[in-house]
Structure formats: structure tokens, C-alpha cells
């Protein structure tokens, strides 16, 4: 049986792995992916018990139960190079033997729900309103790192997308779906459409500040998008990697956000961090019964 080596696989001294900090017995089956360090605590502030706070550089994690739910939320900080961290370390600690350093032969499967915000991409997606993902475009890299590859439906949505937008061979984009069994949960309150995950926040978004964009027609070609009766909904950072990761790794995965920005009306909300409050407590409260 192979080994992990330790290069590879970096346990500290308290017998947990590296840029997390959690050991395999701190972490639940059920997990709340934040990219904000702070907002950890904004959702344990609801759990009936808290059993494990640890916490690394930009890696905050709590462990509890949300009346007999076993939850994990961590943070993730921002980008798809931090996802790349997070969902490979949480996935070693359910399916890797630390003591042996060997893959285990039963697989446990998580679960892997983000609460984040975004930026809608369609004029009637308001504001302070809640978007469920059901696939993700990533224009970031990450995933042609790793073997993955596309059912016929998210083979299609690339083909689609791909003759939308014409791209020249700078992106490469890649397609990834959420899990159908959580997203079934979460229709009441939620707009379903296909996010966008882009590896910056100013230029990959469109945004000018001092630097001109290469393609600044983009935006306006990810809001015309249609594929079938679907469209793009929103774009941020994260998802198309978690969706991707946890397609290759076996683990079921939706993103859930709060739209804190319109960028085709071009406003901002008034109060995110409310928008966030109400993502969470409604969030929680569908989690709980699943």
C-alpha cells in the first residue's frame, strides 16, 4: 500500500494537518466553507455547542452541533488557490489514515456548502437577494491541474460558452456542477443560475482602476450567455473549485450567496453585512434538516 510522504502530507506537532490545523477527529461530515476569517464565528454564534476552535494564518475552523447536526465552518480566505488548500487538507483528514500514512479503503463522503457573497450579473437579481449555483464556470487554472473530466450536459455548457465568448486562448475555462441532492433543498428565497468564479477581484471582474483591461467586452458577453433557459447569475472566487474538487474527490458541494453587488445596475448594497446575517441564519436553517 502507498505512502504518503512527508513532504506530501504535512502533519504538525499536535497531530493535525498543516495550513488548517485540525486533526481527522475535529472535523464533522458536514462542512460551511467562509471566505471571511470573521464570519466563523458570525455562524457557531448559532450552534448549540461548540466542540473545536482551531485556527491558522487565514484558517479559522469550528466545530459543533446545530441541535443534533455535526457542523464544521471554516475559512477559507479568497481565491481558488486557497480552495485548492482547504478542500485537499479536509478531504485527507476523513480519507487518509494519519497513523499510516495510506489512502483508507472506505471512502467517506462530505458535504461542502458555501456561504459567500457575490456579484449578480443579470439586472433582475437584486441586491441583498441569495443565489443558489447550479454549475460554475472557473476562469481560473486550478482545475487543469488534476484528471477531470465533463458529463455531456457541462461538455455542452463549455461548447455554449466557448462560442459565446470567443476567448483567444488566455482563459481556458472549465465547467462544473453542483451537487442535485443539495440544491434540490435550497429553491424557496434563492435564484438557481451558473456562477462564474474569476481568479482576481479588479481585472478578472472587469473592474478599471489604473490598468486597462485585454478584454474589456467580457462582462457583457458573460451576462448575454444563455444555455438553454439558463444563465449567469453572478460571479466570485471560489466556486468552480470547490464544485470541481469535489466532483474528482467524491464529495456532494453547492455555493450559496448573497449578492452584494449588481454590476449591470450598478449598485452596491446598502448593508451587506445584514444580507450575509440573513444568508446565514436562513442557510443554517435548511442545513440542519438535511
Known amino acids: 500500500m502507498h505512502q504518503i510522504e512527508e513532504s506530501e502530507l504535512i502533519i ?11 486533526r481527522p477527529e475535529e472535523l464533522a461530515n458536514t462542512i460551511i466553507t467562509v471566505g471571511d476569517p470573521n464570519r466563523v464565528g458570525e455562524i457557531s454564534k448559532y450552534f448549540d455547542k461548540v466542540e473545536v476552535k482551531q485556527e ?20 477559507t480566505g479568497i481565491g481558488p488557490d486557497n480552495i485548492d488548500i482547504v478542500l485537499n487538507e479536509l478531504d485527507a483528514l476523513a480519507n487518509i489514515d494519519f497513523q499510516t500514512r495510506t ?13 459567500g457573497t457575490s456579484g449578480a450579473l443579470q439586472e433582475e437579481i437584486p441586491v441583498d437577494s441569495f443565489v443558489a449555483g447550479t454549475h460554475s464556470i472557473g476562469l481560473d487554472n486550478l482545475l487543469h491541474y488534476y484528471r477531470f473530466e465533463n458529463n455531456e450536459e457541462e461538455k455542452q455548457l463549455y461548447d455554449f460558452f466557448m ?3 470567443k476567448l483567444d486562448g488566455t482563459i481556458v475555462p472549465y465547467v462544473a456542477t453542483a451537487s442535485a441532492s443539495l440544491l434540490k433543498h435550497f429553491v424557496d428565497g434563492f435564484h438557481h443560475g451558473i456562477t ?13 482602476l489604473r490598468m486597462r483591461l485585454a478584454n474589456p467586452e467580457l462582462i457583457d458577453q458573460l451576462t448575454t450567455f ?6 449567469i447569475s453572478n460571479f466570485e472566487m471560489e466556486t468552480s473549485a470547490i464544485y470541481g474538487m469535489s466532483k474528482i474527490l467524491g464529495h456532494q458541494c453547492l455555493s450559496l450567496n448573497a449578492i ?26 435548511i442545513i440542519e434538516g438535511i
Not at 489512502?103 to 456561504?115: A, D, E, P, V
Not at 462564474?196 to 478599471?208: A, E, H, I, L
Not at 452584494?260 to 436553517?285: H, P
Request: charge should be positive; aromatic fraction near 10%; include cysteine.
Open 12 to 22: 504538525n506537532n499536535r497531530g493535525a494537518i498543516y495550513h488548517i490545523n485540525l
Open 196 to 208: 462564474v468564479t474569476c481568479p482576481g477581484f479588479y481585472g478578472p471582474q472587469g473592474r478599471v
Open 163 to 165: 462560442n459565446h465568448t
Open 103 to 115: 489512502i483508507k479503503s472506505q471512502h467517506t463522503q462530505l458535504t461542502f456548502i458555501r456561504l
Open 56 to 75: 491558522h494564518r487565514e484558517f479559522v475552523a469550528h466545530t459543533g452541533y446545530l441541535g443534533k447536526k455535526r457542523l464544521t465552518v471554516i475559512s
Open 260 to 285: 452584494v453587488a449588481n454590476r449591470i445596475s450598478k449598485q452596491f448594497s446598502k448593508d451587506g453585512a445584514a444580507a450575509v446575517e440573513t444568508l446565514i441564519k436562513k442557510g443554517l436553517g
Open 226 to 231: 444563455r444555455f438553454g433557459n439558463r444563465y
